[in-house]
């Protein structure tokens, strides 16, 4: 079966008063059906930008300018608001927005919003909304009771839950979760992440699952894709990377911060200095300026090249690996 994404080039920039920020510059990735893939990657490297461009919703000032973006077999990205929105958006794909927990309308019951959400998007009666809305419950694991409930009177977890399941409402193929467990505090992140596991197994659902933190993306992906300031530095098997080193230099460099991950705690490395500034990123490979390895090369870009069957880094020094 062929890939269920396909995007190529993808770009992506915010046209802000000081000039364009280059959030997304030129990335391609595929998903397989049923694959979740993590993307990862340290806060402003453009993950959420990914995420709300395969929606085709763009915080404004932001614009797709190149690339293409196939879901299930179509290029969503030349088609009418109107298309996006009778058979792509929450049908074939969907998002569970950075935060949207805490979103949920604070006075009304937490099965009303949930009617509504519903409703807006299906034509069906009330008993069958119902009926859907405690199945949808059920399969993150909460009881039917909740829809009485307000979101004040949810934990982190559950509002959690709740989100999910609206994404899941209408059967879409593709399920984007963005920092699904970074408000919460570690227990609920497991038993999310197990929701999450468990959604996958039982509905063979495709998921793009996007978090700062490598160690949960071990926990969750099947490949793993790391950006960094708007580009992809490395793209493997999930094992790939915490089993034995990743290639690129950055790439290592989260795996010797993530605290989990690493055996020998104190040797945990911070990554000197910052992501750079996208109204003007650095010439050539956009991490040089943060490098300890950078060589001469560096002064030009490095192309993602695959290294090993399904291993793929944008690194110059991994060429011959
Ligand atoms: N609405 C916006 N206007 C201008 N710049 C933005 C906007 N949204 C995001 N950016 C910039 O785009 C870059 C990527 O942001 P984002 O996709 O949110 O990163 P991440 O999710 O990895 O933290 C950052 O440099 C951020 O400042
Ligand atoms: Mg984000």
Redesign the pocket.
């Known amino acids: 079966m062929g890939n269920v994404v396909e995007v190529r080039d993808l770009k992506l920039h ?1 046209f ?1 008063s000081k000039g364009p ?1 280059r ?2 510059d030129g990335i391609s990735f595929s998903l397989a059906p049923g694959e979740t893939l993590g993307v990862v ?10 995420g709300l461009g395969m929606l085709r919703m763009p ?4 614009r797709i300018v190149g690339g293409s973006i196939v879901i299930d077999g179509t290029d969503i990205v030349p088609l009418s608001e109107n298309q996006l929105r009778r058979s792509v958006r929450w049908q074939t794909i969907s998002m569970v927005f ?1 935060g949207a927990m805490n979103c949920l309308t604070p006075v009304f019951t937490v099965g009303k919003q949930m009617m509504e959400t519903l409703q807006q998007h299906k034509e069906m009666d009330r008993t069958r909304a119902e009926e859907t809305i405690v199945r949808y419950l059920g399969l993150v694991g909460l009881p039917p009771d909740i829809v009485r409930r307000y979101p004040h009177e949810l934990s982190g977890g559950m509002k959690q839950r709740v989100v999910i399941a609206m994404a899941l409402f209408l059967e879409p193929k593709v399920v984007i979760l ?1 920092e699904p467990t970074t408000a919460l505090d570690v227990i609920v992140q497991a038993q999310i992440l197990n929701v999450v596991k468990d959604l996958k197994r039982r509905l063979g659902l495709s998921m793009i699952f ?1 978090t ?1 933190d490598l160690a949960t993306e071990a926990e969750v992906a099947d490949r793993i894709m790391v ?1 960094y300031a ?1 580009k992809v530095a490395e793209i493997a098997p999930n094992r790939m990377v915490y089993d034995r080193p990743p290639c690129h230099p950055y790439t290592q460099r989260l795996l010797a911060a993530t605290p989990r991950l690493h055996a020998k705690v104190d040797e945990l490395a911070f990554i000197p200095g910052a992501p750079p ?2 109204l003007d990123p650095p010439k050539g490979c956009r991490f040089q300026p943060r490098c300890s390895v950078a060589m001469d090369a560096c002064g030009e870009e490095p192309p993602l090249i695959e290294i090993e069957p399904g291993h793929l880094v944008a690194c110059w020094r991994c060429r011959n690996a």
Not at 41 to 50: A, F
Not at 59 to 62: A, L, Q, S, Y
């Open positions: 915010y802000t920020v959030a997304v990657g340290e806060s402003g490297c453009g993950k959420t930008t990914i915080t404004p000032p932001g950075q963005d996007i700062h950006m708007g500034d996208l």
